[in-house]
């Protein structure tokens, strides 16, 4: 009996782990709300100079978030001063107002592409740094404060490519 529980256990380990993830952070938003000019900050290093990658954004959103999509401004900081910056648009939710991403419950994950096969080409820290860029339409400003998304991340994994 013993040896059954440890092999199982031994089984979910090896399962769980996810030796593709290479760096992974998220950070919450104040109260549930992202405000426009909260720009979430993560700063990285010592990635492998050759290797490609993939990016992710990661966003947590509960049953308050108003919207079915989305709209981020990704900036990329590389370590010799270039910066990279992307207005990008998520679909969070089906037609039907279902939500996509991951969780039970009332907190949905979703795990949005950012950049595919990206290799960074040179040692020392990278900075990625987001913002919320959502308007109503017909309006030029920009929601203020953007209710239901509870934490802003990101994640790099290796590309099998």
Same mark, same amino acid.
């Given at each position: 009996m013993l040896r059954g529980i440890l092999a199982f256990i031994g089984i979910v380990f090896m399962v769980s782990c996810n030796n593709s993830i290479v $760096?992974?952070?998220?950070?919450?938003? =104040? @109260?549930?709300? &992202?405000n426009k000019d909260s720009i979430m900050e993560f700063n990285f290093s010592?990635?492998?100079?050759?290797?490609?990658?993939?990016?992710?954004?990661?966003?947590?959103?509960?049953?308050?978030f108003p919207y079915s999509n989305l709209f981020i401004i990704a900036a990329l900081d590389y370590p010799n001063g270039e910066t990279v910056t992307d207005t990008l648009e998520y679909i969070m939710a089906e037609p039907?107002?279902?939500?996509?991403? $991951?969780?039970?419950?009332?907190?949905? =994950? @979703?795990?949005? &592409?950012?950049?595919?096969?990206?290799?960074?080409?040179?040692?020392?820290v990278y900075t990625l740094r987001l913002?919320?860029?959502?308007?109503?339409?017909?309006?030029?400003?920009?929601?203020?404060?953007?209710?239901?998304?509870?934490?802003?991340?990101?994640?790099?994994?290796?590309?099998?490519?």
């Open positions: $760096k992974t952070e998220f950070k919450p938003t =104040e @109260n549930g709300s &992202w010592g990635l492998d100079t050759i290797q490609k990658h993939h990016m992710f954004i990661n966003v947590r959103n509960d049953n308050t039907d107002g279902t939500w996509l991403g $991951k969780g039970y419950g009332s907190i949905k =994950e @979703n795990k949005l &592409w950012y950049k595919e096969n990206i290799v960074f080409p040179s040692s020392g913002s919320q860029a959502m308007r109503k339409n017909g309006n030029v400003d920009g929601i203020i404060n953007l209710e239901g998304i509870t934490d802003v991340g990101f994640e790099i994994v290796k590309s099998n490519e």
